[in-house]
């Protein structure tokens, strides 16, 4: 199984950002999106069920941030607008089974992208 993160950047207070993720080697019932800014411990973002019909977004994001995700093409995107000094950070794409009851720890998926920065000045 691999996840491959793309999308991340630079990019103005106010401004957007789209992340991308390619899964392969597996399919996979929920997908997710955390973020780890430095010397802070990584944190939810948003996530996603396999059908799409289902996500939870972070308080923090909420309004601003969408996940979607392309089962045909394997993917899932996160949409980032009106971004924030404070939504920087390396952002990772995670891949698990099970439900979206438990889909906000770290703990509750099973595989993980290699990150991709989002940096965002003021």
């Known amino acids: 199984v691999q996840l491959q993160a793309s999308g991340g950047g630079l990019v103005q207070a106010g401004g957007s950002l789209r992340l991308s993720c390619v899964a392969s080697?597996?399919?996979?019932?929920?997908m997710g999106w955390f973020r780890q800014a430095p010397g802070k411990e990584r944190e939810f973002v948003a996530a996603?069920?396999?059908?799409?019909?289902?996500?939870s977004y972070a308080d923090s994001v909420k309004g601003r941030f969408t996940i979607g995700r392309d089962n045909a093409r394997s993917t899932v995107y996160l949409q980032m607008n009106n971004q924030k000094p404070e939504d920087t950070a390396v952002y990772y794409c995670?891949?698990?089974?099970?439900?979206?009851?438990?889909?906000?720890?770290?703990?509750?998926?099973?595989?993980w992208g290699q990150g991709t920065q989002v940096t965002v000045s003021s």
């Open positions: 996603i069920n396999w059908s799409g019909g289902r996500t």
């Open positions: 080697g597996g399919t996979f019932s929920k």
């Open positions: 995670a891949a698990g089974y099970g439900g979206m009851v438990f889909a906000a720890t770290a703990t509750d998926y099973n595989y």
